[in-house]
């Protein structure tokens, strides 16, 4: 490899590494405090442990297998004493979505990934799984 051509690489992985800095371009204030503002501080949200179980039983009370927005309906009315104000504040990158929302949808991903969610159930359709009932009935009367 010429030495030319390995200084250019170089000088390429410099510029994707420091982006914008690297033409001369300041970062303004103002990005730097949205981007600051925007992470919620670790504990603040309810975790998504918390949702596994009103989702499992949500899906269950409809039948097995049902459209996420079914599904989050019954989940929001099962934590609403669970529930706190932070999770009812819209995404910084989503306004349309509330942060619970976004929450039990990453626990839902969690429970596929567990095997207590059909992983190929359609787009939009939450369906449990034989090892879901199971988890559910020997865990729901655990706090």
């Known amino acids: 490899m010429a030495k030319g051509s390995n200084h250019s690489e170089k000088k390429l992985k410099r510029f994707k590494k420091n982006g914008r800095r690297f033409l001369g371009?300041?970062?303004s204030a103002q990005t730097k405090r949205r981007t600051v503002?925007?992470?919620?501080?670790?504990?603040?949200?309810?975790p998504e442990e918390k949702f596994m179980k009103p989702i499992l039983e949500s899906i269950?009370?409809?039948?097995g297998s049902a459209p996420m927005k079914n599904v989050l309906k019954l989940?929001?009315?099962?934590?609403?004493?669970i529930l706190n104000e932070y999770d009812y504040k819209p995404l910084p990158s989503d306004t349309k979505q509330k942060r619970w929302e976004n929450t039990a949808q990453w626990a839902r991903n969690s429970m596929v990934n567990d095997g207590l969610l059909?992983?190929?159930?359609?787009?939009?359709?939450?369906?449990?799984?034989k090892?879901?009932?199971?988890?559910?009935h020997q865990n729901k009367n655990t706090t």
Do not use: A, C, F, Q
Request: net charge positive; proline share 2%.
């Open 25 to 27: 371009e300041k970062i």
């Open 37 to 46: 503002k925007s992470k919620l501080k670790r504990g603040l949200r309810t």
């Open 60 to 63: 269950i009370e409809l039948g």
């Open 75 to 81: 989940v929001r009315n099962k934590m609403k004493n």
């Open 118 to 129: 059909s992983s190929n159930s359609p787009r939009g359709i939450w369906e449990i799984t």
């Open 131 to 136: 090892k879901g009932r199971d988890y559910y």
